[in-house]
């Protein structure tokens, strides 16, 4: 395999990816990358000094397509409980790309790798939570409601995605319930707060 030097990160990383897809992130190892990518071993380290570091480059690829694929089925409609199941299916299908559960496999990385990865992921969940009080600010059947200290919008984006995340964890793959009971909460004429 023939590459050249500007995209040889690109293609290890690629490499990486599809062992992942297809393997597990548990798979991914600098020398079977380093095969597959037809680059050698101390090339990979120039790119990715640790098995850890290519595999948080790997996540931090899966995030950054996810939230693209968010940004674009987001933008078109106003109703919040919409673009909730959008959100919701494309971070399922992305789950569902992957052989196993990679994400859970993370564990297995070095102290300071998981250190790392968990930084990263804050950072996608943030980005996650900050679309949602988007999402609640232009939905026009959410501007009424009263929000308060108690159930502010940041506390309710946030326990809306900490559910998404149990509710993909548990592959349930149906967020019926879930959206019915918010719709009780958020729109509901006759609540208190």
Do not use: C
């Amino acid at each position: 395999m023939e590459n050249n030097l500007s995209n040889h990160k690109e293609v290890i990383l690629s490499q990486a990816k599809k062992i992942a897809v297809s393997d597990g992130i548990s798979k991914i190892n600098i020398r079977t990358v380093a095969k597959n990518s037809g680059i050698a071993i101390g090339t990979v380290y120039n790119y990715f000094p640790s098995k850890g570091d290519l595999l948080i480059s790997v996540v931090t690829e899966f995030w950054d397509e996810a939230f693209a694929d968010l940004e674009g089925i987001t933008s078109t409609s106003s109703n919040f409980f919409d673009n909730l199941e959008n959100i919701y299916r494309v971070l399922d299908n992305y789950l569902h790309h992957f052989k196993e559960n990679w994400l859970n496999q993370l564990v297995l990385l070095k102290a300071d790798e998981k250190v790392m990865a968990r930084k990263k992921e804050e950072e996608y969940f943030q980005k996650v939570h900050d679309k949602l009080i988007l999402l609640i600010d232009r939905d026009p059947d959410l501007q009424d409601y009263p929000w308060s200290e108690v159930i502010s919008k940041e506390k309710m984006a946030e326990f809306i995605f900490d559910h998404m995340l149990i509710i993909l964890k548990k592959e349930k793959g149906d967020l019926t319930f879930f959206i019915a009971l918010l719709k009780q909460i958020l729109i509901n004429k006759n609540r208190t707060v």
